[in-house]
């Protein structure tokens, strides 16, 4: 069975500051996506960033990164130049074939 | 821009009572799915559907949940005799699919379920 597993329940960084959150999974499918969603208060979740399994370059989108290790099954979100509005749960998520497994969050606080 | 809708934001309900939760996808999707989200834990796929018949369910999907696109643009997610512990946030998503391959999944607001 698919697991992801999020360590960190919480993390807090200084606005304008880099944090990374990590995430590892388990897998035996070869061909797979991997996702951040953001859940801030209003409890909808966004789909942050993505990176599909087959892809070796590490996806970006302006200030959201990601390391993506696959030999290693670890797949981390590196959020650059922090913003307020970054305060949210972050989802790390893994997905093959219409299945998508959840890990339990991490609540990131940007402080000013 | 389109997007999901989800109706009531907020139901109550009494344990045994039947509920349904309503979805609108966003209009030229074909996959559907829901989640459920308890309160303060990790979000857990339940069901995806598509072209009117389940394609993927969850353990927790049991018997005493259904899904049905009754018409051409809702999607409803049932739940028979309700539990105290299916009290919980419920997302619908809707991609544009079909196939293996990911199509990103577009997440509605939730509705927030509590069962008393």
């Known amino acids: 069975a698919q697991t992801v597993t999020q360590s960190q329940p919480e993390m807090s960084v200084q606005e304008a500051e880099t944090v990374t959150l990590s995430c590892t999974y388990d897998?035996?499918?070869?061909?797979?996506?991997l996702f951040w969603y953001k859940q801030p208060p209003s409890r909808q979740m966004i789909l942050v960033i993505r990176?599909?399994?087959?892809?070796?370059q590490n996806a970006t989108e302006n200030r959201f990164s990601v390391n993506f290790q696959k030999a290693a099954k670890s797949f981390s979100l590196k959020i650059s130049d922090s913003q307020l509005g970054d305060t949210a749960m972050y989802f790390c998520?893994?997905?093959?074939?219409?299945?998508?497994?959840f890990g339990a969050g991490t609540r990131l606080t940007v402080k000013p | 821009e389109p997007e999901v809708t989800q109706t009531p934001s907020h139901q109550v309900t009494q344990m045994g009572q039947e509920v349904i939760l309503r979805c609108v996808p966003i209009?030229?999707?074909?996959?559907f799915y829901w989640y459920r989200q308890i309160l303060g834990q990790k979000v857990e796929f339940l069901v995806s559907f598509y072209n009117n018949e389940i394609s993927e369910k969850s353990e927790i999907f049991d018997d005493q949940f259904s899904v049905e696109r009754p018409d051409g643009s809702n999607f409803t997610l049932k739940i028979r005799s309700t539990k105290l512990e299916d009290s919980a946030m419920y997302f619908c998503a809707s991609s544009i699919g079909p196939g293996r391959l990911y199509n990103e999944q577009f997440f509605g607001p939730g509705t927030r379920l509590t069962v008393l």
């Open positions: 897998t035996s499918e070869s061909n797979y996506y």
């Open positions: 209009s030229n999707h074909l996959y």
């Open positions: 998520a893994w997905y093959n074939n219409n299945d998508m497994r």
């Open positions: 990176q599909e399994a087959y892809k070796q």
